[in-house]
Structures are given as C-alpha cells and as structure tokens.
C-alpha cells in the first residue's frame, strides 16, 4: 500500500509539473515569418525609418559631378581631374535577399534605393572617415570596386547590397568609376582606358587612407573590371616611397572574376602585393561567358577565367595556366574556383548572387582557416601547391 502511494505521488506530480510545462510552452511567442525577418543582419549598423533599414556608406568617385537644378548631386560617365568623396544613405526593406542584381529592378520594387547623397570636401571626408572607423569593433575598412556597364546609381545599390547582405559591422567606402560606357566593344574599350586613369585616383586615396585613418584591418574587396583599377591603383601606390616599403598597407586583397589579362597581372602586381598587400585571394571559374568576351577583345586570357577540366567533383584538376597565380607567393595568394556554384547572370556575377561567395569572402577577410569552410574542397597539385574548389550544398 505504502508503495502505491508512493507511485500515485509520483505520476501525480509528474503530470502537473508536465501540464505546466507544457502550458508555459504554449504561451512562448511563435516567431513568424516576418518577425525572422526583423532579427537577421543585426551586425551591420542601420536606423529604422518605417519598414525600412537605413544604411550609410561612404563614397568617392572619379566621376565628372554637376549639380541639377533642384540642387542634388549627379554624376555623369565622364571622368573628372580629381575625386568627389562624400556619404550616402540607402534604404533597404529587411527581406532583401541574395537573388539575380539587377540594381533598377530592385528599386521598382521598393526594396533597396538611394535616400541621400551628400557631397564632403577630401579633408573633412578623411577625418569622418577616420572617426567612423575608429569607432568600429574591428577598427576596420571595406573598400568595394565594381565593374563596367553601371552608372554611379546603380553602383551604389550594388555596393550598399553587397554591405548588407555580408552583415559585418565596418564602415564600408564604394570607389566608383565610370564605367558605364556603351555596350559595345568600342564602349568596353573605352571603360578599360577609364579604370586605368581610375586607378591613380584610387592609388592616391589609399595611401591617404593608409596613412592618416590607419584602420587597423584594411580590406579591398573588387570584382570584373573594377579589379584593373586596384591593379592600377597599387602601381601608383608603389611610386610612393611610403608604400614602396616593407610594410604592409592593406591586410588582403579579394578579386572576383577579375577582368585583368594574366601577363598584365603578372607584370604589374607581383612586385606590388608584395609590398602593399598582406594576401590575395582570386575568385575565379572556367564558365564565365562575360570574361570570356573580354578575352576575345583583349586577345589575352582573362585572369578570372581559368580552362577547369571537371569530370567527377572529386577528380577536378586545373590547366598549367592557373598554377602561375600561386607561384607568385605561394603563402599570401589563394586560388577559389567556383565553377560549381556559379549559377549567376552570364556565369559572371557570382560575387553579388551566390550564398556561397558571401560565405566564403565573409571566412576570408577574417583569416579563417580554411578547413573551415565545409565547401571548400581541398586539391594537391603539382609541387604541392593548394587549390580549392568552392562547392554548393547539395
């Protein structure tokens, strides 16, 4: 008797201290779609203004200015003598998601668009820029470089897109150039020869940047034909004897298709990465049908196109071509091809549309070893140089 009491007890009390359990479960909030959409990217800095976040970036660009009647800023596809530095304000609606970028359609949509751009003398640019880094938790910079074909505009939504979506709390500056020429290979033509006179004025800022904000992480993140003008930029960094010295200016270096020929970036970038930059990482595939044109145009292997004989995931091997990349500092330089996961516009835009670059790039810029990755997949090649191969989910 003593011991069925003693059950009873038991499974009494087991069933009220369930029942409340279970009740107190009940009233827990239930987070819906919306709500979810509220809580990711918290990293990165906004203000809230209705239903939308709003983000500030910084700004400078080789483009001609001139000022329209209602008194706002524009920019033309003219190059100018010097550069315009300033900040600007996007509005972006929290479901914004990594998808196909195409920068006007996503503001016909009201998800993501200009709300502001204000113009900033250099000296005063430099010292906000200063103070907004040294505020930063990581004390760092992202600079980000675009490609050919879009207007200042479009280049901004690009850049404020890509800050949001990789959600880390840095200041982030947008060098923009005019690369929205015709679309024609008289028009490219006319867009490489105005990322070469960018990178000058993209050369100067960096070492003002290097010397007076000193981040203490400094990224420079380009992609297409953006990645001539850093090629560009750091030869004129190099004629500074501030520069030109042993000491590291910039922690690493990202290039994504880049539509830089191979001799040329042979020629040019060696000596310089060697001085000025820490690392480089090379994003590159062996479908990108937009490199491809260019390599027709420029009669010379593009450095962001890459001949990769695929078979089995596990039995890919890469062409002699690509091995000379690493060769050029074997420790400081890695290869990532993303042939696998390149389902982008003209197999191109993978750096603005792939879940998979953001993570990768994310891991990258923050020195993660690599293993730890869950994408990546490691290949020995000849003389044992590392090459990885950057894989979907599936």
């Not at 004390?139 to 490609?147: H, I, T």
């Amino acid at each position: 008797m003593k011991n069925f009491t003693k059950s009873l007890f038991s499974s009494v009390f087991l069933l009220i201290f369930s029942s409340s359990l279970l009740t107190g479960c009940a009233l827990l909030p239930i987070q819906t779609s919306s709500g979810y959409f509220k809580d990711i990217y918290k990293r990165i800095r906004y203000t809230i203004e209705g239903r939308y976040r709003v983000i500030d970036i910084f700004y400078a660009t080789s483009r001609k200015p001139y000022n329209r009647s209602d008194r706002s800023i524009y920019f033309t596809n003219d190059i100018a003598g010097g550069v315009t530095t300033g900040h600007l304000d996007i509005k972006i609606d929290p479901k914004l998601k990594i998808e196909k970028m195409l920068p006007y359609r996503l503001k016909r949509r009201g998800i993501i668009g200009i709300q502001d751009i204000d113009k900033i003398d250099e000296d005063a640019f430099i010292k906000e820029l200063s103070d907004t880094v040294n505020m930063s938790p990581h004390k760092s910079l992202l600079v980000v470089v675009f490609g050919y074909k879009d207007d200042f505009e479009a280049t901004a939504i690009k850049a404020a897109y890509f800050a949001y979506l990789l959600d880390i709390n840095t200041p982030v500056l947008l060098f923009d150039w005019p690369g929205d020429q015709g679309l024609s290979p008289g028009g490219y033509e006319k867009a490489r020869q105005l990322a070469i006179e960018s990178g000058s004025y993209l050369g100067g800022l960096l070492t003002r940047i290097a010397c007076e904000v000193k981040p203490a992480k400094l990224w420079v993140k380009a992609s297409s034909l953006g990645c001539q003008v850093v090629c560009d930029a750091f030869e004129e960094m190099y004629k500074n004897p501030v520069c030109s010295d042993s000491k590291i200016e910039i922690d690493h270096v990202v290039f994504a298709a880049p539509d830089v020929g191979q001799k040329e970036f042979d020629t040019k970038f060696k000596e310089e990465l060697t001085n000025i930059a820490g690392k480089l990482t090379t994003y590159v595939s062996s479908d990108d049908e937009a490199l491809l044109m260019s390599g027709m145009i420029n009669n010379e292997q593009r450095l962001g196109r890459q001949n990769i004989r695929m078979r089995e995931p596990s039995q890919m091997e890469e062409m002699k071509d690509l091995l000379y990349i690493k060769s050029l500092s074997p420790d400081r330089v890695n290869v990532i091809d993303v042939t696998p996961i390149n389902n982008a516009s003209f197999k191109h835009g993978y750096y603005l549309e792939c879940p998979e670059f953001f993570d990768d790039f994310y891991q990258r810029i923050f020195d993660k070893d690599p293993n730890v990755n869950r994408r990546l997949y490691l290949l020995k090649v000849k003389d044992g140089t590392d090459y990885w191969v950057l894989q979907g989910s599936k």
